[in-house]
């Protein structure tokens, strides 16, 4: 996008924040939107998050943490930051997400639905960013085709050695 290269990218709102903070003189200039549908929109709610164990001897500590996270100052804060979608649907309602780079990721939310659980679903993460790396940051000659089987390959051998 920086250099001119790319004119869409699919992703989620926290690439905002680190297209802004490597390319400050494309703030103002980004739009977001959900994916176009041949049938239906689908879009995926965070799929990572906050827990504690039940031997913590510190509950009330995480949970005035995790309310202090999620207020709507802060929520908005790291959203600023990082792009993030606030976890509270009033905090998404705020002026400040109805900015054109950020209130196509909120719109997707009305096409959300929850994944499965999956106690390796974090690396899938680790999948698609290493394999989109690649794409986007080496000179080879890679295919869009050739990166998604690549990709596809690794998540289903995960899925073979998890999914027992």
């Known amino acids: 996008m920086a250099t001119g290269k790319a004119a869409m990218i699919i992703s989620g ?3 905002i924040g680190t297209i802004l903070s490597q390319n400050p003189d494309l703030k103002g200039k980004l739009y977001s ?12 709610f965070g799929l990572l998050g906050y827990s504690v164990s039940a031997q913590s001897k510190n509950k009330e500590a995480v949970a005035d943490y995790l309310k202090f996270l999620v207020s709507q100052e802060n929520a908005l ?12 649907i ?15 990721f909120v719109k997707a939310l009305e096409f ?12 899938f993460y680790d999948i698609v960013a290493e394999e989109y790396q690649t794409l986007l940051a080496t000179d080879a000659k890679m295919t869009v085709d ?3 089987k690549k990709a596809a390959d690794r998540a289903n051998e995960l899925i073979g050695k998890e999914g027992k």
């Not at 009033?90 to 196509?104: D, H, L, W």
């Open 146 to 148: 050739s990166v998604a």
């Open 13 to 15: 709102p926290n690439a």
């Open 33 to 44: 939107a959900p994916i176009p549908k041949k049938e239906e929109h689908k879009a995926t």
């Open 112 to 123: 959300a639905y929850s994944t499965p659980t999956f106690s390796a679903y974090s690396q």
């Open 77 to 88: 804060k790291m959203n600023d930051v990082t792009g993030t979608l606030p976890t509270k």
């Open 90 to 104: 009033e905090t998404g309602k705020s002026q400040q997400m109805s900015t054109p780079e950020k209130a196509g």
